[in-house]
């Protein structure tokens, strides 16, 4: 029993100011890595400062987007792979940025825990760190929460915050028309939503995060695990070489529900599903499943993880660009009268 005299500590109730300021020190390194044009100080300060002058603007307009990487998080703590879900963060952020016409500047975490693990939590922010780097986007602040009594043993809460900004004028979507083109972008897979259902299909299937996957060599954790793909070097490259409308990131909804938000009101747009073959994991869900192509198309992104919408006459051109800086391009189908997405073909999975 507690010796009733002897003071309370906060370390005795469950915080550790130490390990705090151990991740701190753990991290600057990689922190420092992301530093652009811009940057004005490193991590420890009470606010992040960042010159928007310095980073090239004149008349700036900013953009900010925040997300989190949803229940694929629970994969990342149950298998113990914690150096990917980092750059997911990034991703679901900055790729929503490029969408409207942005250039990603900085990003912020949230890392919140019941106990604090150093190593744990240095590998999840190492990993934010290079999906910043890869991003153009530097990594100036977080705040990191140890809250016992919230959190299971071994489990935290992740979200980000990214800031973005592009000149007065430069906004997307712009000048989306009927007969305009739309070019997919292949994904990596399932990135980082509808993992709420992909745990359901899994556990119908009979299948461990250790089991060997279905689809693809390794264990089903790993495969599953591959992170949300960064878009955005390859798409800004695209923005500035002109004729691009629109961008749309296909995450929680799909196709189905994230192109109608970049068409104007009486366009819609004809999608060919055979114009594309998405990685053997959708085949995978469809079937073990039992999901039927309606719910797959509103649910997952299909193998597509970014839409451009561009004129008829840049498409070839804007194709060899992205497939130049890396992308795998396809050509969807076009924007026509009409709402909503509708699909033609039989998809490929």
Known sequence: ????????????????????????????????????????????????????????????????????????????????????????????????????????????????????????????IEGIAAGCAASGCALIGGETAEMPGMYHDGDFDLAGFAVGAMERGADLPADVAEGDVLLGLASDGVHSNGFSLVRRVADRAGLTWADPAPFEDGTLGDALLTPTRLYVLPTLAAVRAGGVHALAHITGGGLTENLPRILPRGLGCDIDLSAWTPAPVFGWLAAAGGVAQAEMLKTFNCGIGMVLVCAPDRAGELADLLEAEGETVRRLGTVTPGDGVRYSGAPNW
């Open 1 to 124: 029993m507690a010796d009733a005299n002897q003071g309370l500590t906060y370390s005795g109730a469950g915080v550790d100011i130490d390990a705090g300021n151990a991740l701190v020190d753990r991290i600057k390194p990689a922190a420092k890595a992301t530093q652009r044009p811009g940057t004005m100080a490193g991590l420890g300060g009470f606010g992040a400062l960042f010159d928007l002058k310095a980073a090239g603007y004149s008349d700036p307009i900013l953009v900010a987007a925040t997300d989190g990487v949803g229940t694929k998080l629970r994969l990342a703590i149950d298998t113990g792979k914690l150096d990917t879900v980092g750059i997911d963060l990034v991703a679901m952020c900055v790729n929503d940025l490029v969408c409207q016409g942005a250039e990603p500047l900085f990003f912020l975490d949230y890392f919140a825990t019941g106990k604090l693990a150093v190593p744990e939590a240095a590998q999840v």
